[in-house]
Each structure stands twice: as C-alpha cells, then as structure tokens.
C-alpha cells in the first residue's frame, strides 16, 4: 500500500480554477470509494487493466486490504473456475 501521488497529476493542482473529485462506489460495502485497490499482486508502476485488475474501495477497506484481496481472490478464482468449464463445453 503506497498511497503516492502518480505521475504529475498534483502539479497541475494548483494552477486549476476548479477540482472535481469522481468517486465510485466500495465494491465491498457500498460507501463511497475514494481508492483503486488492484485484485492481483503485480507491483509494476502502470498495469493496464480495468475491473479484472482493479476495484474501486473505501478508505477502510484500502487500509485493511486483505479483506478485499481475499475476496477478490475467491471472484477470481470462481471466474476461472467458469471460465474453464465454459471452455470444456465448447469442446465438446
């Protein structure tokens, strides 16, 4: 958890006569989620993805991220799970 400014987004901060802040939705609980938390444990700066790769969270799921991995875990594992049956029956 490295809660870092990316690239040169707070530059442009300051000289900005307004700043709107987009929230989603915690996939967890509901609340407003002010975070990205990524599903896998890939460590590269940028990784291209979208909700396969992450998933928007609130502050206190960020923070205590092992509830929200190991959730994301047992989707993606049921997906794959899915996915593998799906392609057995093409198969066949």
Request: without cysteine; aromatic residues 0%.
């Given at each position: 958890m490295c809660r870092r400014s990316f690239g040169a987004v707070l530059d442009i901060i300051p000289i900005a006569d307004s700043v709107t802040k987009l929230t989603a939705r915690c996939e967890v609980c509901g609340h407003k989620a002010f975070f990205t938390l990524r599903k896998n444990c890939d460590t590269r700066t940028e990784l291209i993805g979208g909700a396969d790769v992450y998933m928007p969270v609130c502050r206190k799921h960020y923070i205590?991220?092992?509830?929200?991995?190991k959730a994301s875990k047992k989707v993606l594992e049921d997906s794959d799970k899915a996915r593998a049956e799906s392609c057995v029956a093409a198969t066949i």
């Open positions: 205590t991220n092992h509830i929200v991995i």
